[in-house]
Structure formats: C-alpha cells, structure tokens
C-alpha cells in the first residue's frame, strides 16, 4: 500500500478517513487478495497509525461487504463469490438499463463528445496490460451515462454499487480475451445513444453485464 503523501485528494481528509479509503483502495485493485488476513498490528505499522483507525476502517468495510468477520480469525478480504456476483450484478444491471435508457433522451452534444473520446481512450488502452487503468476508462465511460440520464437519484444509486462492481470489472478485465468484445459493446453502446435508440441501448447493456458476468463466473470457477 502506498503512503498517504501520493494522494493529494487525501490531504484534507480526517485520519480515520484516509486510512479507510486507503484499505479499501488495497481491496479493490487486488492489492490485499480475498480471503487475506487484515492484522491490525500489521496494517498499523504498514501505515504509520495507531490501531484506533484500522480497527474503524475494518468495522466500516464490513458494512459495505469487502471485508468478512470469521470467529477465531479476525478479519479478512471479503472473497468473490457467485452469488454476492449475481446479486450485485441484477440490480446493476436494471440500473444500466435505466441511465441507457434516460440518457438517449436527454445526453447533450458535449455529453456525447465526452462519450465518444471515452470509448476511443478505453479502445486504446486495450490489449494492454494495464489492467486498473483499463478498469478507469471503463468506469469513466458508464460515469459519462450516468450523468448523461440527468437523474440525480439515479446516479446516486449506481455509485452505491459502484465499488463493489469495480472488484468484478477488474477480474474481468485481466482476461485480455474480453477486451475486443468489451470495445465492441461500447462502440454499440455509444451508436445506440447517439441514434436515440433505447431499445437498442436496453438489449446492448444487458448483454454487457451478463458478459462480464459469465466471464467472472468462468475465472472463479477456474481458480477453485
């Protein structure tokens, strides 16, 4: 884990803050593996704080379920599993729907532009092996549909799934297999909301969940 200096949007955030965003940073990315041991000792050394802020930390990523308490053990990363996958999965996968949907209708011509460029800087980094730089310019992309839908509430609730998406879009995104089809479903994506076409947009969406669904599934199933 990298020290807090490296992070300026850190710079003003309270300790116990920093240090939380800091550890489920480490989640997310890979960085702490699912299944790993969270030593408050450890990380409190690693980190340069007392254990006051960890131990709040911990408590705080186990309510937004990246971190599981096993009797005997402590904490550890919460694993990946097929069914908290599906889960988070058919709820995103309406709310995909829904900001396509609403943003055939109202995304702006700047908004469209932005779209555009998205899909042209994830085309290019593609095939690479930058797998957590690929994984922002695909979050990037669907931020710009989400704005485009103009629906506040809406936004709100994608964001609430978007960092445990952010753990599956990153293992899907280390099979380079996926991404020319990933370029593909963008580029499909993008035509369908600048044609204003909302079933079009509805059905390429869909399938572009369920892709990454089934592709995670496949890579979970290979590991066990």
């Known amino acids: 884990m990298n020290g807090f200096d490296q992070d300026e949007r850190n710079d003003f955030l309270p300790l116990r803050d920093v240090v939380f965003q800091t550890l489920r ?3 997310l990315t890979g960085e702490l593996k699912p299944g790993e041991r969270l030593l408050e000792i450890h990380l409190a050394d690693k980190l340069g704080v ?27 990363v919460a694993q990946i599993t097929e069914k908290n ?29 932005e779209l555009k460029k998205a899909c042209d800087e994830f085309a290019a980094l593609a095939g690479t092996d930058e797998v957590v ?14 704005r485009a839908s103009d629906n506040q509430k809406l936004a709100q609730m994608i964001h609430k799934f978007s960092q445990q998406m952010y753990r599956y879009r990153l293992e899907y995104i280390k099979d380079k297999a996926n991404h020319e089809k990933l370029v593909k ?11 204003r076409d909302k079933e079009g947009g509805a059905r390429i969406i869909e399938a572009h969940i369920e892709n990454q669904e089934r592709g995670v599934i496949h890579r979970l199933s290979e590991s066990r």
């Not at 999965?89 to 908004?111: G, H, M, N, P, S």
């Open 50 to 76: 007392s254990r006051t802020p960890i131990r709040e930390a911990i408590r705080k990523l186990e309510l937004e379920g990246l971190v599981t308490m096993i009797p005997r053990r402590g904490a550890e």
């Open 133 to 146: 730089k690929i994984a922002e310019a695909d979050v990037k992309l669907h931020d710009i549909i989400v």
């Open 25 to 27: 940073q480490s989640i």
């Open 85 to 113: 996958l599906r889960d988070v999965l058919e709820v995103r996968k309406a709310l995909d729907v829904l900001a396509v949907q609403l943003a055939c209708e109202r995304i702006t011509a700047e908004q469209l532009d």
């Open 185 to 195: 479903e963008h580029a499909v994506i993008y035509n369908c909301i600048l044609n």
